[in-house]
């Protein structure tokens, strides 16, 4: 770079890891009188001027595309040599372009040059990410002011990206924040400090900055565009999710790879169309050419504007180094994606063989998802079991389950879905929700529901569609309840291939003394009546085989109803006295099911019912 330089004695801050070996970028923030705004001055490394068109080092750039950042050790994009003579440094004498502007309050960078810098010996100060906060926090350090300047700059900026509608996101303490892209990327631990968003909030208003400039100039760049996919969802709706996921670790994983899916990769072209997930009319990429290859091209073409030299690459060359370099990446990202997958794989098939009562419940469930497209394997069997007993199966790990096609899962799949039908009626509902989400092209389950019976005793049956065979109709005492049972019998028929079509449910023969005038609905605040005596009736066998007292004193009313339709006997009744004054009044409840009789009393005619209900299971399960 031959052209004319411009110099400033305020300090510029490196602002970078303390081991960085490629240091690119150095910056100086400083406030305007009268709170108007601040300051910017941006040097990038003049990278051009060290590695020549066509040098080793250039073609090294080109076949690498960027620096590697691997766990032991890093392959600098340039080669060593080159990327330490080109790097901005304390002690050293570097050229480089320079961009400045005014930054306003609200988050505008205006008044925009674009030029030739020099950065004389000992104006940059190197500070690493983790002596940030200190010095931001101590107002008698020498570089505190100059970070605060920094610091508030990269706050209205975010705030103006934020306002409008970008996918701007940072969480320092869990370490995560958002691309240019909107995907979720992970912040190394070193990393996550307040600098982290200085840095990144000074280079992309940098980027955008020198992009517009070059609109302006009519200088074709590789410009970074990034076109909106229609089904990513709405910017603002985006972030919601994002703050929202950020505490739960299984959900915000889910989420990272819906986003990685769905927005697409940003691309290099020599034409403008916009970044939408910056939410900018033009963007590009300058401020790291000792790293990125693209980064080092368009300083070779700004330089040679600046210096009214030729450009250095033709309109085609550029076009088609923009096709490659956007191949490139496309196939890095399928590489990365297929690396971590077959990683996970390797994983969850070693873990697979290890003693499977040791895993997580993540971990089994990973295990669970890769047996189920197999044969059933007897560990995975017993593992099933032991959990199902144990009460330690997810509502994700029988979504799971119930779509294992072998055989040889029919057993273990029926066996579970028993166990929590009669545990967890409860987790019906989620199953089936879980397993539509994860099969949007399958129709929903559907449920129908029916009512009988009298306005103070009434019935209600349920019926569950899934994947098209209907299950059985299911009984209870509440809607829920039955609604609940028919989800779990209808994936039940799912599994066993058995379609239940009858129109209506056979409802349980009609209770007792049919004529009686119901009961009233409310405690009666007279005196106390007793009721006619229950006719006395020998008690009769109910069929117990496979009941758990747990599961029936958990809901107690709703399961002897159920147990009177399965063994063929008329549902309970119960009987009701009020005892005591108008304003304390005690009631009694008793209960008769096919001869079996219990009593309680409580506060209210409800707490009483249920209360008696409970000490007839206890009775009937004593006498088993």
């Known amino acids: 770079m031959a052209s004319p330089t411009t110099t400033d004695l305020s300090t510029l801050l490196m602002i970078d890891s303390a081991s960085a070996r490629d240091r690119d970028d150095a910056f100086a923030v400083t406030p305007l009188a009268e709170g108007r705004g601040w300051s910017v001055e941006v040097h990038i490394a003049g990278v051009a001027d060290v590695v020549g068109l066509g040098s080793v080092a250039d073609e090294q750039a080109f076949l690498r595309a960027e620096t590697r950042y691997l766990r032991d050790r890093t392959v600098p994009m340039?080669?060593?040599?080159?990327?330490?003579?080109?790097?901005?440094?304390?002690?050293a004498v570097r050229t480089s372009l320079r961009v400045t502007g005014t930054l306003t309050t609200d988050g505008r960078l205006i008044d925009v040059t674009v030029g030739r810098g020099q950065i004389p010996s000992g104006r940059c100060a190197a500070?690493?990410?983790?002596?940030?906060?200190?010095?931001?926090?101590?107002?008698?350090?020498?570089?505190?002011?100059?970070l605060a300047a920094a610091d508030a700059a990269a706050q209205a900026l975010l705030g103006?990206?934020?306002?409008?509608?970008?996918?701007?996101?940072?969480?320092?303490?869990?370490?995560?924040?958002?691309?240019?892209?909107?995907?979720?990327?992970?912040?190394?631990?070193?990393?996550?400090?307040?600098a982290y968003v200085i840095v990144q909030e000074l280079m992309i208003a940098t980027n955008e900055a020198v992009a517009l400039w070059c609109v302006e100039q009519g200088l074709p760049i590789l410009f970074r565009n990034h076109r909106p996919n229609p089904v990513a969802g709405p910017?603002?709706?985006?972030?919601?999710?994002?703050?929202?996921?950020?505490?739960?670790?299984?959900?915000?994983?889910?989420?990272?790879?819906?986003?990685?899916?769905?927005?697409r990769a940003a691309t290099y072209?020599?034409?403008?169309?916009?970044?939408?997930?910056?939410?900018?009319?033009?963007?590009?990429?300058?401020?790291?050419?000792?790293?990125?290859?693209?980064?080092?091209?368009?300083?070779?073409?700004?330089?040679?504007?600046?210096?009214?030299?030729?450009?250095?690459?033709?309109?085609?060359?550029?076009?088609?180094?923009?096709?490659?370099?956007?191949?490139?990446?496309?196939?890095?990202?399928?590489?990365?994606?297929?690396?971590?997958?077959?990683?996970?794989?390797?994983?969850?098939?070693?873990?697979?063989?290890?003693?499977?009562?040791?895993?997580?419940a993540r971990t089994f469930h990973k295990v669970l998802k890769t047996a189920t497209t197999a044969p059933l394997r007897d560990e995975i069997a017993a593992e099933l079991a032991r959990r199902a007993d144990a009460d330690l199966l997810t509502t994700p790990d029988i979504a799971v389950l119930i779509d294992a096609t072998d055989p040889t899962w029919r057993p273990i799949q029926l066996r579970i879905l028993d166990t929590l039908a009669d545990t967890h009626p409860e987790m019906g509902p989620s199953v089936v929700s879980v397993w539509r989400q994860t099969h949007p092209d399958q129709p929903p389950?559907?449920?129908?529901?029916?009512?009988?019976?009298?306005?103070?005793?009434?019935?209600?049956?349920?019926?569950?569609?899934?994947?098209?065979?209907?299950?059985?109709?299911t009984i209870a005492a509440a809607k829920k309840p039955a609604e609940q049972a028919a989800l779990w019998a209808g994936l039940r028929a799912q599994l066993t291939g058995t379609d239940h079509p009858d129109p209506e449910p056979e409802w349980p023969a009609a209770p007792h003394n049919p004529d009686a005038p119901a009961p009233p609905a409310s405690a009666d605040p007279g005196p106390a009546i007793s009721p006619p005596p229950h006719p006395p009736t020998a008690p009769a066998a109910l069929n117990l085989d496979g009941a758990k007292k747990s599961k029936?004193?958990?809901?107690?009313?709703?399961?002897?109803?159920?147990?009177?339709?399965?063994?063929?006997?008329?549902?309970?009744?119960?009987?009701?006295?009020?005892?005591?004054?108008?304003?304390?009044?005690?009631?009694?409840?008793?209960?008769?099911?096919?001869?079996?009789?219990?009593?309680?009393?409580?506060?209210?005619?409800?707490?009483?019912k249920t209360a008696s209900a409970a000490a007839l299971v206890e009775t009937l399960f004593a006498r088993q």
Request: glycine share 6%; charged share 20%.
């Open 127 to 146: 500070v690493d990410h983790a002596q940030v906060p200190a010095i931001l926090t101590d107002p008698a350090h020498p570089l505190h002011a100059p």
């Open 78 to 91: 340039l080669g060593h040599s080159a990327e330490q003579a080109a790097t901005l440094t304390t002690d």
């Open 552 to 608: 029936a004193l958990s809901n107690p009313i709703a399961w002897l109803m159920s147990l009177a339709q399965n063994s063929n006997q008329a549902p309970p009744e119960w009987e009701f006295r009020t005892d005591g004054p108008a304003h304390a009044p005690r009631f009694t409840a008793t209960v008769h099911l096919a001869g079996h009789t219990a009593t309680a009393d409580a506060t209210t005619k409800t707490v009483a």
């Open 269 to 360: 072209d020599p034409t403008v169309h916009g970044h939408y997930g910056l939410r900018l009319s033009a963007y590009t990429h300058v401020t790291s050419p000792l790293r990125r290859v693209a980064d080092l091209i368009n300083q070779r073409i700004i330089a040679a504007h600046l210096d009214h030299s030729p450009t250095p690459y033709t309109p085609d060359q550029l076009a088609a180094l923009g096709t490659d370099l956007n191949r490139r990446t496309r196939q890095a990202r399928e590489a990365k994606k297929n690396h971590f997958k077959h990683a996970d794989h390797r994983l969850v098939t070693e873990q697979a063989t290890t003693d499977l009562t040791t895993l997580d």
């Open 445 to 473: 389950t559907e449920l129908e529901t029916r009512r009988n019976g009298a306005a103070h005793h009434p019935l209600f049956a349920a019926r569950a569609t899934h994947q098209g065979i209907r299950g059985p109709w």
């Open 160 to 194: 103006a990206r934020r306002d409008g509608g970008a996918l701007a996101f940072y969480d320092l303490t869990r370490g995560w924040a958002t691309n240019e892209d909107g995907a979720i990327v992970a912040i190394a631990a070193e990393l996550r400090t307040v």
């Open 235 to 263: 910017a603002d709706e985006l972030m919601t999710e994002i703050a929202a996921a950020a505490g739960d670790p299984d959900l915000f994983a889910k989420l990272r790879g819906r986003l990685l899916s769905t927005l």
